[in-house]
């Protein structure tokens, strides 16, 4: 549904979430920031993550590794000669596009026009194809299908093309000879901080398998894009956790996993229907399972989230490369020998979620049209039904008038609440305008501070999704808003 994303997308700039990037210099392809209510809701989004890890369970820690790592990394990962994307150039129009994508846009309109047995026979085609990395089979899946770019452009296509995914920069002077060596990378996924870092980990903070690490921070591809806004971009943030687990159990923890990711994105509220596995028949090159939890976005079910059983692929590269042991010591007695287990590289399931992503399918859910009013005198308002422990306002707080003492009232309940949580001191327009104001920012509770406060204390306070209001006692605000969102 392009006119709902398109609405989402300005109600994102109208109202402070996200911004093009250096938009005064007509933007930065791919390339976003986050305004005043955007870095609080990715923040929530964070915290939501970083809790459900690392403070709810005992056997997850956190780290925080740095962008820039040893090349070699890259070479033991195999993002150097295998990060890569087929992608092809329209001859006519000069656009690049990614192979998959082409395809995928040619998939969905035959979709649209109620032929799904051929988009279906095409999309498995592909997928063969990509599997095998064979190139020419793709192309003429291209030339057999007379796939064309955009609704009016050409089928004048070039042959296809690896194109790898990683940005570099150099270290140190530019004027050195060695170029090569002085080349380092922007991580393309937060993944590899972990690796390097597993033995630092366990040995340090005494960790026995199965445990976790977790790590939240940006990570760079160079993608060929499509206007998707912050569905796929250039630089972007990552949530991932690499579950060490002993070799041989991985298939246990990879189902455990699915369903302990699936039940975190449903505890938000958002209707179970949303939310989709699809399971790779193309696997990574170093994963022997792999799944993405789908979301329903305006664009259709995408991936939001990947759970992928790395096996010891990583670790194991890494040894191999850096020539440092990097084993676990395992005590547990084999029921069969009798003796400890003893030494072994552990195998891996991670689960990797785009927090842009997840921002991009909180906004999804939350926005909402509603009609309001009578036929006489009709009326609608925009609010965005953000779960309230997203939500980046938590509270707004209204004096009635802008005399009579009302905002003294106001703003000692401002200082009684704010360092707990996010609060909104707002007394300019009428009420109703005030209200639709802070739908649109989706905050769940306005408190108005009337003439009838100075009488008993209590205030107004009125629900965002329901729009009913209700008096209550002004001690009694802290626990209303601190319900909803713990
Ligand atoms: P896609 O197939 O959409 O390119 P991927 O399979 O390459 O994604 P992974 O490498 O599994 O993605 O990365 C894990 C997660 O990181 C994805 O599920 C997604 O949420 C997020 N992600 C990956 N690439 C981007 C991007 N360019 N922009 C925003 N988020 C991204």
Redesign the pocket.
Known sequence: DTNRFQAIISHCKEYGFVFPSSEIYDGLQ?VYDYGQWGSELKKNIKDYWWKSMTQLQDNIVGIDAAIFMHPTTWKASGHVDGFN?PMIDNKDSKKRYRV?HLIESHTDQLKADGKEAEAEAIISAMEKADAAGDLAALKQLIDDNKIKCGISGTANWTDIRQFNLMFSTEFGSTVSSDEENNKVYLR??TAQGIFVNFLNVQKTGRMKIPFGIAQIGK?F?N?I?ARQF?????E???M?MQFFIKPGTQKEWYEYWKQARLKWHLELGVPQTEYRFHDHVKL?HYADA?C?IEYNFPMGF?????I?SRTDFDLRNHQEYSKKKLQYFDNDIDPETGKPIGNYIPYVIET???????FLSMICAAYTEEELGTPEKPDSRVVLKFPAKLAPIKLAVFPLTKKDGLPEIAQGIMAAHRGDFKCFYEEKDTIGKRYRRMDALGVPFCITVDHQTKEDNTVTVRYRDSMQQERIAIDQIGELVRKAFQ
Request: no cysteine; charged share 45%; aromatic share 6%.
């Open positions: 791919a994307d998959d393309p996924e990570a591809r993608e894009v912050i569905f796929r971009m250039r972007f943030e990552q991932e990574a792999a993405d995408k991936e939001l989230e990947g992928h990797s979620i785009g927090l842009d992503r997840m």
